[in-house]
């Protein structure tokens, strides 16, 4: 089994999901985003990396050097890492974590149904290959 450890920030997110493949597209297209890797939860860096806990295909998982953020806390983490203006969606983490999920348990629930469903986990470009660990 692949050793993960030395990848700091990792982003994992359903492979399938439409406005999940738009967030990683975004993300990757970020020059400051360069030290975030990626994972499709389907894929075998999440099942070496993540317990089974973190496995459910309705959030995205965010792995730093010391935590492990879900929901919206992982979106709004994932944004701050880019820095400059995107650390000011930090100010988001004063809502209170259940109504910021409430909004983020009904987009994920319509996911497919508002943005689309692929048949397959999202195949990165050569020029792109390496941000993906699957």
Known sequence: MQDYSDYKYIVFFDGVCGICNRFIDFLLARKKGRHLYFSPLQGNAAKAVLSKEYHAMDTIVFKTEKR?????????????????LWKLSLIFLVVPAFIRNFVYDVIAANRYKWFGKKE???????????????
């Open 120 to 134: 397959s986990c999202r195949i990165p470009t050569p020029q792109e290959r390496d941000r993906f660990l699957d």
């Open 68 to 84: 492990i953020y879900t929901k919206s806390t992982a979106a709004l983490r994932i944004a701050s890492s880019l820095g400059g």
